[in-house]
C-alpha cells in the first residue's frame, strides 16, 4: 500500500493514477477544503483529514501498512484555517505554516512523517512521460522573440525558486513582467501584460519529493486566452499532466511548450 496525501489541483489524480497503474494500491489523505475524495473512487483507501492532522495520517497509513508516502498538489492558504485542525504532531509547525517559506515548511511536514516512521518520497519514477526531457514538448518550434523572452523568464523562475517563493515567471518584449505567488499561475497569467507574453515555471531551489512545477490542459487553454507566445518548464524536474491532451491543445493553439534546463541560453541552436 502507498499512501498519497492529496492536496489541490490535479496533480493528487494523476499520480493516484500512475500507481493504480502498476498495481499498487493507495490509500489517499485529503486535504481538508483542498480536494474531493470522489476524486479518487478507485483507491484502496480514502479518508479526509484537517490541515495540520499529520499524526492522524500517520496512524492512518501505517494502519493499512502504507509505510512510504507521497505529498502531492498544494494548499491553499486563503481561508485554510477554516479547515485547520493541528494535532500534538504538527503544532510547532503551525507558524512556518503561517509566515514562513513553503519549501522548509513541506520539507518540516515530511521530516515528521518520517520521524513517524512514514518515508516519504520522489514520485517521478512512477511518472513516466509525464516527467518532460529537454527541448520540444509539444506544440511548434519557439520563434526568436519568445526564444529571448522565454530565456527572461526562465532566469526570474528559477531566481523566484531558489529563494522559496514562486515557481513560476512571465516576461514581455524582453522584460521580466511578474514572479509568481502564493495565489499560483493561474492568477500569474490573469495578469499576462499582453499578447505574445511567455511563461516559465521552474523547480530550482524545491524538494522534488513536493509540489512539483505542472502544466495541465488548464494552463494551455489560459496561455491561449491571454495569447502567450509559449511555454517553457524544467526539463527532468516538472510535470506535465494529460500529456496527449496538452500536446493536441499547444498544437491547436499554436503555443510551443519546451523543457528547459541549465544550458538553455535563448539563443536559436543553443540548448533548451
Known amino acids: 500500500m502507498i499512501g498519497i496525501v492529496a492536496g489541490r489541483g490535479a496533480y493528487p489524480v494523476a499520480l493516484h493514477e500512475a500507481l493504480a497503474a502498476r498495481g499498487l494500491g493507495t490509500a489517499v489523505a485529503c486535504l481538508a477544503g483542498q480536494t474531493d475524495p470522489k476524486r479518487f473512487p478507485a483507491a484502496a483507501a480514502v479518508r479526509t483529514f484537517p490541515l495540520g492532522a499529520l499524526g492522524a495520517i500517520a496512524r492512518w497509513f501505517l494502519a493499512l501498512d502504507a509505510r512510504v508516502a507521497y505529498m502531492a498538489g498544494g494548499v491553499e492558504r486563503r481561508g485554510a484555517l477554516r479547515f485547520a485542525r493541528p494535532d500534538p504532531s504538527s503544532l510547532a509547525l503551525v507558524p512556518r505554516a503561517l509566515f514562513g517559506r513553503d519549501d522548509r515548511l513541506l520539507g518540516a511536514v515530511a521530516a515528521r512523517f518520517g520521524a513517524l516512521g512514514v518515508s516519504v518520497e520522489d514520485p517521478r519514477p512512477f511518472l513516466g512521460d509525464g516527467v518532460p526531457a529537454k527541448g520540444s514538448v509539444a506544440g511548434p ?56 507574453a511567455v511563461l516559465a515555471k521552474a523547480a530550482s531551489g524545491l524538494d522534488e519529493r513536493f509540489d512539483l512545477p505542472t502544466i495541465g490542459p488548464s494552463t494551455i487553454r489560459i496561455a491561449h486566452a491571454v495569447r502567450l507566445a509559449a511555454i517553457g518548464i524544467e526539463a527532468g524536474r516538472s510535470l506535465v499532466l494529460a500529456r496527449p491532451r496538452v500536446a493536441e491543445l499547444c498544437d491547436a493553439y499554436g503555443i510551443p511548450l519546451v523543457g528547459l534546463d541549465g544550458h538553455f541560453s535563448g539563443a536559436r541552436g543553443g540548448s533548451a
Do not use: H, K, M, Y
Not at 522573440?145 to 524582453?174: E, M, T
Open 141 to 196: 518550434p519557439l520563434s526568436e522573440s519568445a526564444r529571448r523572452d522565454l530565456l527572461v523568464a526562465w532566469n526570474g523562475a528559477r531566481r523566484s525558486g531558489r529563494g522559496g517563493r514562486g515557481q513560476a515567471a512571465v516576461a514581455f518584449r524582453g522584460r521580466l513582467a511578474g514572479i509568481e505567488d502564493r495565489r499560483g499561475t493561474d492568477a500569474l497569467l490573469a495578469c499576462s501584460p499582453g499578447p505574445g
